[in-house]
């Protein structure tokens, strides 16, 4: 077996590209996918999340609501989106949603920020069977009001921690604060005061975390309205935290709403966009980890306006980071969401056309791909009596990669890695996040462009652990699944000044499953053949399990013939048992 080179093709659709210049279009297409949303007069509108929450590897869609609603939930199921109801009750606003497999069990669980409300956890029981677990693990229950939150492993031991802004001084009168909590496996801990990320007396709206100084120790931006100075919390690596606002020159005092984390110079360190009002945005770029500069307007991306969502996307996969502004005026006449193409390497952005539809009052945006089809679509919640919006990507002639990570040591969905595609002398780099721009969660499926170049050299990850992992032979058009490890036979190399919080812990139901079967075609017909995309070395035979957890189908399998998929359309686990006795499992999709 050749483990460098599992992978599964995409399904890139065919298109004639409705372009300008070259560049990519976007059509709104929410009517057409079958979603009907509407976000309500709730205050600075409500979350987005792009991630795939029923494993299936691809991205499915949740929708925050306020009033007597219920969250909106939506499977992708490729041709449409199939709503379901996972929470039976409604809260009001709801504002940020993050799919976050906290305890690294293999499925993913739920997190919300609400409104007058206490935020809540749902642990995700197998099958979407979601349970509140928010007291039992140890979690606040103070009615308050929170905007943003992000999910990071902070100390690196594993396990991901989390990270919000609250507002209290409307129902206490206290100061405002933001809150850190440790992540022991089973419960948390409050460790807000002794890690000095209490960032007391100002207005949050959303953090982030990113490493800004390429020191593999998660630090953690917020953006604060009411002019009371944005704030940098350097991570030293020891359980604390250190103001450096004022010395990285990050401190601007603004209306800031979003953060959003991107590398758009390609100079390997992760600058900062961050939204405003009429002033302008901001655009801190990152100068080689020791301070940023704010080249907003010297960049083309100030933008304005009244502003709010951001996010940096290669929507034309030519190989670098453009970015995506929601706007908060409506009107055909005013500066509204915006779209902007990168020049790399030219350090300025060109605005695009106008999207059609998209001039609505916008407050939040996401990134996935709904078609699976390798280009980044922008899923957008609107105030008001405005619909929610999905603009799917037209794409163009240049062609990308996805790239999905597996932890073992590292938490299981591989957040706080960084993901380097090498092309000859170009790079693209990825930071990976929970919760990012403003109450925004993208994909988990990481988009990557090659531009017109049909391979890539090289895909290089740097774990949370320090691990790094090489997979070579990069081919366009294909959706790489890396799991930790997978590079140097399953040894992990974890930095000396990590300390794990359960070294033995693989981060998943079988500790013999170490990597994941990818198969093509994916989705099969039913009835139809599909293959194994990779030798795995000496394989016994098969089962497959349909959602139920019942077995459909299991035989020996035969490497010299194709396999027949079942005759119901849905979705499969595949659980391959090996010679020797050990498993791999994947997923099968059937239409």
């Known amino acids: 077996m050749n483990p460098l080179r599992i992978f599964i093709p995409l399904f890139f659709i065919s298109f004639y590209s409705l372009t300008l210049f070259g560049q990519v279009q976007f059509v709104s297409k929410a009517s057409q996918y079958g979603i009907d949303h509407t976000y309500g007069n709730g205050t600075a509108g409500g979350g987005v999340s792009f991630a795939d929450f029923n494993g299936d590897l691809l991205d499915d869609l949740t929708l925050a609501v306020s009033g007597n609603e219920k969250i909106h939930f939506y499977i992708n199921r490729l041709t449409h ?43 995700n029981n197998g099958a979407l069977q979601l349970e509140d677990v928010t007291e039992e693990v140890g979690l606040d229950t103070d009615i308050l009001t929170s905007f943003g939150a992000c999910w990071g492993d902070y100390n690196r031991d594993g396990y991901l921690d989390l990270y919000y802004g609250l507002r209290r001084i ?3 009168g206290e100061p405002n604060i933001s809150k850190l909590w440790m992540n022991r496996k089973n419960h948390f801990a409050d460790i807000t005061m002794e890690s000095g990320t209490e960032d007391g007396g100002k207005t949050p709206f959303c953090s982030s975390f990113l490493d800004y100084n390429n020191d593999k120790w998660p630090d953690i931006y917020t953006a604060h309205d009411r002019k009371r100075g ?23 005092k603004m209306d800031g709403m979003s953060v959003s984390i991107g590398d758009y110079n390609k100079d390997n360190f992760d600058d900062i966009y961050v939204s405003n009002s009429e002033a302008g945005n901001a655009f801190f770029v990152n100068k080689s980890g020791n301070d940023f500069s704010n080249d907003a307007d010297t960049c083309g991306v100030a933008f304005y306006s009244v502003a709010w969502g ?44 106008k999207i059609l539809g998209d001039t609505a009052s916008s407050f939040n945006n996401a990134i996935g791909d709904i078609n699976d089809d390798g280009f980044p679509d922008i899923a957008v919640i609107n105030v008001g009596p405005y619909p929610t919006l999905l603009l799917e990507n037209t794409g163009s002639q240049n062609k990308g990669i996805k790239v999905t990570l597996q932890g ?72 790489y699944m890396i799991t930790e490890g997978m590079s140097t036979g399953g040894q992990i190399l974890t930095d000396p000044d990590v300390t794990l919080l359960d070294p033995s812990n693989t981060h998943d139901d079988d500790p013999s499953i170490q990597e994941r079967l990818l198969v093509f075609p994916n989705p099969a017909e039913a009835t139809g053949k ?41 979705i499969y686990k595949i659980l391959a048992r090996r010679c020797d006795g050990t498993y791999i499992s994947g997923i099968l999709l059937v239409k």
Not at 315 to 342: C, K, T
Not at 531 to 540: L, S, T
């Open 81 to 123: 989106l199939e709503k379901v109801n996972l929470v039976d009750q409604s809260f009001g606003q709801v504002k940020h949603i993050l799919w976050v497999d906290y305890d690294n069990d293999g499925d993913r669980d739920l997190y919300l920020t609400l409104a007058d409300d206490y935020n809540r956890l749902f642990k």
């Open 170 to 172: 409307e129902q206490t």
């Open 230 to 252: 944005n704030t940098m919390l350097k991570n030293n690596a020891d359980d604390t935290f250190t103001d450096v606002s004022v010395i990285t020159g990050t401190d601007l």
């Open 310 to 353: 951001t996010n940096f996307l290669d929507g034309d996969l030519d190989g670098d980071l453009d970015l995506y502004v929601s706007g908060m005026l409506p009107g055909v006449n005013a500066i509204n969401s915006q779209y902007y193409f990168n020049n790399y390497p030219e350090n300025t952005f060109t605005k695009g056309a």
């Open 408 to 479: 073992v040591k590292s938490n299981r969905d591989g957040v706080g890695s960084v993901i380097t595609l090498f092309a000859g002398s170009a790079t693209q780099r990825i930071y990976t996040q929970c919760g990012i721009g403003f109450m925004g969660q993208n994909s988990y499926n990481h988009m990557m462009g090659l531009g017109t170049s049909g391979t890539a050299d090289s895909i290089t990850v740097l774990w949370p652990t320090g691990h790094r992992d090489v997979i070579t032979g990069i081919t366009a058009g294909q959706h």
């Open 530 to 570: 599909w293959h194994i995309a990779a030798d795995i070395g000496c394989m016994a035979g098969y089962s497959l399990y349909n959602t139920t957890g019942q077995i459909v189908m299991s035989q020996p399998y035969n490497d010299s013939s194709a396999l027949t998929a079942p005759s119901v359309p849905g």
